[in-house]
């Protein structure tokens, strides 16, 4: 028999963050996914994040579309809303809803299969039009739901378990981000709690759209010799452009650090960012720089992560589009419906 539903009790003296909560509030029902599985790993950061950031779990809205890293919102954040849409939709959902209440915090949570085939052209409009949201690609590489195909994103001359070798050149899903136009762009390994989880609450607190693509190995079929979505792979190919810790606006963290030098980055909302560079010479606010470093990297078979792009003064969509600061159902029918005068106007505009 499978229990899906955690129980209810735990140690009274958990440690809580400022607002009483433990990480028991910010958890979800048990996975079902395959033991070892990569996803599970984000899922654990994403909850330290929220944890960490002291966010309030029924402030966040978790937006997904169809695989097995779509499945995931269902394992953290229990108390918080969330859309399971079709296959490669959850960016227009999560629009449509952000629209309508920009007070709520938008987890997106896709994979190579939902956001880089089937969604390729939902991920692109979500990323040039700035939606105020956290975009997470969980990347294997894989359709693991259909038993092992390659996606979009696998790598050229990458293997399949059964031997077959993949000759498509694969999307490049930070690559994309970058020249669509989005303000936070990161990548990182989901075996990387440390880094990931700064990663997580830096994007949660960005303005605009932030994209984390999270190498994901999938145990079942792509964590053998011979793929480039392994867990032994990226580990011996990792090369980390910086070392991440976030400071808010809030109570400060404490942190432990290496020598090194450290840039601060004032965000569009006021929170900063405290990025301890490994290499001296990459530039944060440079997109440009930032595409060409990927690629060369990639050319050696390297695996670049850790903060890749940050705009100086972020936008979002609601920016662009100058819309009320009060979620829509929160307007009054007055306000909703201003009237046959309004209407005239608004025509009258038109013509």
Do not use: W
């Amino acid at each position: 028999m499978t229990y899906l539903a955690k129980p209810q009790f735990h140690h009274p003296d958990l440690p809580k963050n400022t607002l009483g909560y433990t990480r028991r509030d910010y958890e979800g029902k048990i996975s079902t996914l395959c033991a070892g599985c990569g996803h599970d790993s984000i899922t654990a950061s994403i909850i330290e994040a929220c944890f960490e950031l002291a966010i309030e779990p029924h402030k966040v809205a978790k937006i997904s579309g169809i695989g097995c890293s779509s499945k995931t919102p269902d394992y953290f954040l229990n108390a918080s809303h969330g859309f399971n849409s079709v296959h490669g939709r959850m960016p227009s959902v999560l629009t449509g809803a952000n629209l309508a209440n920009r007070d709520l915090i938008y987890l997106g949570v896709s994979g190579d299969g939902d956001s880089a085939s089937i969604g390729l052209g939902q991920f692109a409009h979500c990323m040039r039009r700035g939606v105020n949201m956290v975009y997470i690609v969980e990347n294997n590489g894989v359709y693991g739901l259909t038993k092992g195909q390659f996606s979009a994103t696998a790598d050229r001359g990458s293997r399949s378990k059964r031997g077959v070798i993949n000759t498509d050149s694969a999307i490049d899903m930070v690559g994309l981000a970058l020249q669509l136009g989005a303000t936070f762009v990161a990548r990182s390994f989901s075996g990387d709690k440390n880094q990931l989880v700064p990663i997580i609450k830096a994007a949660i607190e960005h303005k605009g759209a932030a994209l984390i693509d999270v190498i994901s190995p999938c145990v079942a079929f792509n964590n053998h010799a011979g793929s480039t979505k392994s867990f032994d792979y990226v580990r011996e190919h990792n090369e980390a452009v910086n070392r991440l810790d976030v400071i808010t606006g809030r109570a400060p963290i404490k942190i432990d650090y290496a020598p090194g030098s450290v840039e601060l980055v004032e965000q569009h909302d006021g929170t900063t960012l405290a990025l301890r560079k490994l290499n001296d010479e990459y530039d944060v606010h440079d997109r440009l720089a930032a595409m060409s470093f990927i690629q060369q990297h990639a050319a050696k078979g390297q695996i670049v992560t850790g903060l890749l792009y940050v705009e100086r003064e972020p936008d979002d969509l609601h920016g662009h589009l100058n819309t009320v600061t009060t979620p829509l159902n929160a307007l009054n029918e007055k306000e909703l419906c201003p009237g046959a005068a309004v209407l005239d106007k608004v025509n009258a505009g038109l013509r």
